[in-house]
């Protein structure tokens, strides 16, 4: 088994006693600088980056492993890697990119069976009269045609 392999062996080992958290990416350089990301249905805690960066670090200190290891939560505004974080961010704002280059921004309503719900509002002439109204319209994505997608933080 290699280092890397070694190490995602660990992690997995570690995040079956939370169920609530899930990898989305590790990296392992020649160096072996391990950097490992996490994410979580509910959020990622600075205690959840701890315990998942003792359970990693006892096993490969007690090899005597040369290694350098960094535990993070998934950024806020980084581009979604996994289904999954589809539906942790049901009701936020995102921005969708489409493999055809079509950008869609509004409320994500959900994911199911490998499609994406987006809820827009667009402001729309009267069917009768001058003016203007908002109109809410929805939109589904199947996943295979999201090139990328990530929550649009408004302050």
Not at 90 to 93: A, F, K, L, M, Y
């Given at each position: 088994?290699?280092?890397?392999d070694?190490?995602?062996?660990?992690?997995?080992?570690?995040?079956?006693?939370?169920?609530?958290?899930?990898?989305?990416?590790?990296?392992?350089?020649?160096?072996?600088?391990?950097?490992?990301?996490?994410?979580?249905?509910?959020?990622?805690?600075?205690?959840?980056?701890?315990?998942?960066?003792?359970a990693?670090?006892?096993?490969?200190?007690?090899?005597?492993?040369?290694?350098?290891?960094?535990?993070?939560?998934?950024?806020?505004?980084?581009?979604?890697?996994?289904?999954?974080?589809?539906?942790?961010n049901?009701?936020?704002?995102v921005?969708?990119?489409?493999?055809?280059?079509?950008?869609?921004?509004?409320?994500?309503?959900?994911?199911?069976?490998?499609?994406?719900?987006?809820?827009?509002?667009?402001?729309?002439?009267?069917?009768?009269?001058?003016?203007?109204?908002?109109?809410?319209?929805?939109?589904?994505?199947a996943?295979?045609?999201?090139?990328?997608?990530?929550?649009?933080?408004?302050?």
């Open positions: 088994m290699n280092f890397k070694q190490v995602k062996a660990l992690v997995d080992k570690a995040l079956e006693a939370t169920p609530t958290l899930f990898l989305t990416d590790l990296k392992v350089s020649a160096d072996n600088a391990i950097t490992v990301v996490i994410d979580g249905d509910n959020g990622v805690g600075i205690d959840d980056c701890i315990a998942l960066s003792r990693v670090e006892a096993p490969l200190d007690a090899e005597g492993a040369d290694f350098s290891l960094e535990v993070t939560s998934f950024g806020a505004t980084e581009p979604f890697v996994l289904p999954r974080q589809y539906a942790k049901v009701g936020r704002t921005q969708i990119t489409t493999t055809d280059g079509k950008v869609q921004e509004g409320v994500l309503k959900g994911e199911a069976d490998g499609v994406v719900t987006l809820e827009t509002e667009t402001r729309e002439p009267k069917p009768v009269g001058k003016g203007k109204i908002t109109v809410k319209k929805e939109h589904s994505f996943l295979s045609d999201i090139k990328e997608a990530k929550v649009i933080i408004k302050f």
